[in-house]
């Protein structure tokens, strides 16, 4: 069997699998710094960095030149369709599909499929910056390819 993947938010993350990205990101910066001393600086062991360095990386760094697909509910008010398109154009996203639902209640639930564009698109920015928009809610992401 294949392996799975999934997207969750930082809060769900353990604590040990953030440390490991910090741990990256110090080398990154710093290519004189060797594991043991990033992993010290972070607080972790040597042996947890080596354990889980391919298993987590910043969902952003991954999603450039991909095509990513999410659902939303937002309100249903003049305005918030164009905004959210307005959005992803902003962070280089290209729109591939996209199916709103008849509004039940006052809220239409929106699926968009988009391909975010290799060395300018900033998938979790975009998608941050989505929910941030007064009127939408529950933003998941569904998949990415």
Do not use: C, W
């Amino acid at each position: 069997m294949g392996e799975r993947y999934y997207v969750v938010k930082e809060k769900a993350v353990p604590e040990v699998l953030l440390k490991v990205l910090e741990a990256k990101r110090l080398m990154e910066a710093n290519k004189r710094l060797t594991v043991q001393q990033a992993a010290e600086q972070v607080g972790i062991s040597r042996s947890s960095f080596y354990k889980y360095q391919d298993d987590i990386f910043p969902f952003h760094d991954n999603a450039k030149g991909k095509t990513i697909t999410f659902i939303l509910q937002m309100d249903d008010e003049p305005g918030i369709l164009s905004d959210v398109l307005k959005i992803i154009a902003e962070y280089h996203g290209n729109i591939l599909t996209i199916h709103q639902s008849i509004p039940i209640n006052g809220v239409a639930t929106l699926t968009i499929s988009v391909d975010i564009a290799p060395k300018l698109g900033d998938a979790a920015s975009m998608v941050d910056h989505i929910e941030a928009r007064t009127g939408v809610h529950d933003l998941k992401i569904l998949g990415r390819e």
